[in-house]
Nanobody, 127 residues
Framework: QVQLVESGGGLVQAGGSLRLSCAASGRTFSSYAMGWFRQAPGKEREFVAAISWSGGSTYYADSVKDRFTISRDNAKITVYLHMTSLKPDDTAVYYC????????????????????WGQGTQVTVSS
């Protein structure tokens, strides 16, 4: 079992930055691919970013590419999402997720790929 706890959300003005953290429990964290998703009110959960178990491969949604950076520290069993140039459209609850089986179909951008989910952290961007 893996437990994921997100932190770092909050209220920020447009153009500002935030860094989200996702702390994981479990000795096998370093072998799991990780992802970040978000869900805005009244909308479907959507993919934001993903990182392979080694950190060597990363994927981003087009809407956040060049603004967000996903990274991980396996020694600290933590994955991060550094968000810059934030926009009101980035307002959502952000969730981290862990994939214990490795990426395959449907792929790192699909929520069905992931086995474990955190409770989420709210990010609100004011205009």
């Amino acid at each position: 079992q893996v437990q994921l706890v997100e932190s770092g959300g909050g209220l920020v003005q447009a153009g500002g930055s935030l860094r989200l953290s996702c702390a994981a429990s479990g000795r096998t964290f370093s072998s799991y691919a990780m992802g970040w998703f978000r869900q805005a009110p009244g909308k479907e959960r959507e993919f934001v970013a993903a990182i392979s178990w080694s950190g060597g491969s990363t994927y981003y949604a087009d809407s956040v590419k060049d603004r967000f950076t996903i990274s991980r520290d396996n020694a600290k069993i933590t994955v991060y999402l550094h968000m810059t140039s934030l926009k009101p459209d980035d307002t959502a609850v952000y969730y981290c997720a862990a994939d214990s089986t490795g990426w395959g179909p449907p792929g790192p951008g699909d929520s069905d790929e992931y086995d474990y989910w955190g409770q989420g952290t709210q990010v609100t961007v004011s205009s």
